[in-house]
């Protein structure tokens, strides 16, 4: 089944909706919770609640994808994340708010395994990589736009920019249910009584536990980072609910808290949106897929490395946009990677259980990161781009062996 425009619109507008949640809740959130009289331990914990349910539940949805077909699994976890995005609008207290993240988490973990297996399903090999990098570029305007939103409706309250993602959570998933064909072969289908345990047990044998491991690595990183920046910004930069001014060149800009949270992940969305699109494909038909990992594991730990020094709005956005760069080059080049290991059956309950260990470190995150900051503001950063250097090197050290192995094989023959 060869993949048409208008199927190729639903699939970007549900990756959109999958990384839009994130982009409004991580610039409101810290303000939201300290209005529930939280902390940022609240702020680490609710990030991980949610994707402690995606860990759970995305193999799941996977194996169903791979059942029953990727549009049901897609239309269920776009509604289900829009009636999460209603209730924590609606929260009035701290548990309220938890509540809606576990509901969220449980319901979105589908999205991701249906929509990339969806493009498994449709796409030649030669054309995966630049397709799974369109898609990650679909997720980085979720991360434009995001921001954006949560800073203009902010204006009215924390809790209004819930309600305008849910509408198009909503609106996405009635576009999905009138315009996606489903791209899963009956005959498959019918055939497919593989079970999760034989899959985890194949999964554990192959060569792609590597990769699995190194998408854990690079999202704790990440969520470490977001779950105590908007503490950073606060603590740093002074800057809460009521403007202040904050260093610009030789002058100052009197900003927001929310107000600046949206414009560095705006700019962090725009520079991952233009790498994903305009870049990843390229590199990866030169490089290959993991030469295109370390080099974006090198950028992620320089990026992360940089922060610690921001001093200004400057040098905050030039250290997060070298972030966005790194995360446009490393996701697309481990989904295309795996995908490219994985037999057809497989392909739903694979990335579904990719979409755990992305999971897994979203969990991890920002509870280790929360925890790190309690300690030392710059604890958090210091911790992630250490991780993002050894799992560069371990990478290249695999690359290695593997080589060495095939010149071995080679001189016996």
């Given at each position: 089944?060869?993949?048409?425009?208008?199927q190729?619109?639903?699939?970007f507008?549900?990756?959109?909706?999958?990384?839009?949640?994130?982009?409004?809740?991580?610039?409101?959130?810290?303000?939201?919770?300290?209005n529930?009289?939280?902390?940022?331990?609240?702020?680490?914990?609710?990030?991980?609640?949610?994707?402690?349910?995606?860990?759970i539940f995305?193999?799941?949805?996977?194996?169903?994808?791979?059942?029953?077909?990727?549009?049901?699994?897609?239309?269920?976890?776009?509604?289900?994340?829009?009636?999460?995005?209603?209730l924590?609008g609606?929260?009035?207290?701290?548990?309220?708010?938890?509540?809606?993240?576990?509901?969220?988490?449980?319901?979105?973990?589908?999205?991701?395994?249906?929509?990339?297996?969806?493009?498994?399903?449709s796409?030649?090999?030669?054309?995966r990589?630049?397709?799974?990098?369109?898609?990650?570029?679909?997720?980085?305007?979720?991360i434009?736009?995001?921001?954006?939103?949560?800073?203009?409706?902010?204006?009215?309250?924390?809790?209004?920019?819930?309600?305008?993602?849910?509408?198009?959570?909503?609106?996405?998933?009635?576009?999905g249910?009138?315009?996606?064909?489903?791209?899963?072969?009956?005959?498959?289908?019918?055939?497919?009584?593989?079970s999760?345990?034989?899959?985890?047990?194949?999964?554990?044998?192959?060569?792609?536990?590597l990769?699995?491991l190194?998408?854990?690595?690079?999202m704790?990183?990440?969520?470490?980072?977001?779950?105590?920046?908007?503490?950073?910004v606060?603590?740093?930069?002074?800057?809460?609910?009521?403007?202040?001014?904050?260093?610009?060149?030789?002058?100052?800009?009197?900003?927001?808290?929310?107000?600046?949270?949206?414009?560095?992940?705006t700019s962090?969305?725009?520079?991952?949106?233009?790498?994903?699109?305009?870049?990843?494909?390229?590199?990866?038909?030169?490089?290959?897929?993991?030469?295109?990992?370390?080099?974006?594991?090198?950028?992620?730990?320089?990026?992360?490395?940089?922060?610690?020094?921001?001093?200004?709005?400057?040098?905050?956005?030039i250290?997060?946009?070298?972030?966005a760069?790194?995360?446009?080059?490393?996701?697309?080049?481990?989904?295309?990677?795996?995908?490219?290991?994985?037999?057809?059956?497989?392909?739903g309950?694979?990335?579904?259980?990719?979409?755990?260990?992305?999971?897994?470190?979203?969990?991890?995150?920002?509870?280790?990161?929360?925890y790190?900051y309690?300690?030392?503001?710059?604890?958090?950063?210091?911790?992630?781009?250490?991780?993002?250097?050894?799992?560069?090197?371990?990478?290249?050290?695999?690359?290695?062996?593997?080589?060495?192995n095939?010149?071995?094989?080679n001189?016996?023959?």
């Amino acid at each position: 089944m060869k993949i048409k425009t208008t199927q190729l619109s639903v699939l970007f507008l549900s990756m959109f909706i999958f990384t839009l949640g994130s982009g409004i809740v991580v610039p409101v959130l810290p303000y939201f919770v300290k209005n529930l009289d939280g902390t940022v331990i609240d702020v680490g914990f609710l990030i991980a609640a949610f994707s402690a349910m995606e860990l759970i539940f995305a193999p799941i949805w996977g194996k169903l994808s791979d059942q029953i077909g990727r549009k049901p699994v897609l239309i269920i976890g776009l509604a289900g994340f829009g009636f999460s995005f209603v209730l924590s609008g609606l929260s009035s207290q701290l548990w309220m708010l938890y509540l809606s993240q576990i509901l969220a988490g449980i319901i979105v973990a589908g999205v991701y395994p249906a929509a990339t297996a969806y493009v498994a399903d449709s796409t030649l090999l030669e054309e995966r990589g630049s397709l799974m990098g369109m898609l990650g570029a679909a997720s980085g305007l979720g991360i434009i736009v995001g921001p954006g939103m949560a800073s203009i409706f902010a204006v009215w309250g924390v809790n209004i920019p819930f309600f305008a993602a849910a509408a198009v959570s909503f609106l996405t998933g009635i576009i999905g249910f009138l315009w996606l064909e489903e791209s899963k072969i009956a005959e498959t289908q019918n055939k497919d009584n593989i079970s999760l345990k034989t899959t985890l047990n194949s999964f554990f044998m192959s060569d792609i536990g590597l990769l699995f491991l190194l998408m854990a690595f690079v999202m704790l990183a990440l969520a470490s980072l977001e779950g105590t920046f908007g503490y950073f910004v606060m603590d740093r930069f002074s800057l809460g609910e009521t403007p202040s001014s904050i260093p610009l060149l030789d002058s100052s800009l009197m900003l927001t808290g929310p107000n600046m949270m949206g414009i560095v992940f705006t700019s962090f969305g725009i520079l991952s949106v233009i790498t994903q699109a305009l870049l990843v494909g390229k590199t990866i038909k030169i490089l290959g897929e993991e030469k295109t990992i370390i080099r974006g594991l090198l950028l992620l730990t320089v990026g992360l490395s940089l922060i610690i020094f921001s001093a200004d709005l400057i040098s905050l956005i030039i250290s997060t946009s070298i972030i966005a760069v790194a995360v446009g080059l490393i996701i697309p080049s481990i989904n295309t990677a795996v995908s490219k290991r994985t037999s057809e059956e497989k392909q739903g309950v694979i990335m579904g259980l990719l979409g755990s260990f992305n999971s897994v470190g979203r969990v991890l995150g920002p509870v280790i990161g929360g925890y790190a900051y309690a300690i030392s503001m710059l604890s958090p950063y210091i911790g992630a781009a250490l991780v993002a250097l050894l799992s560069a090197i371990a990478l290249q050290l695999y690359n290695w062996s593997i080589k060495s192995n095939e010149v071995q094989c080679n001189e016996e023959k």
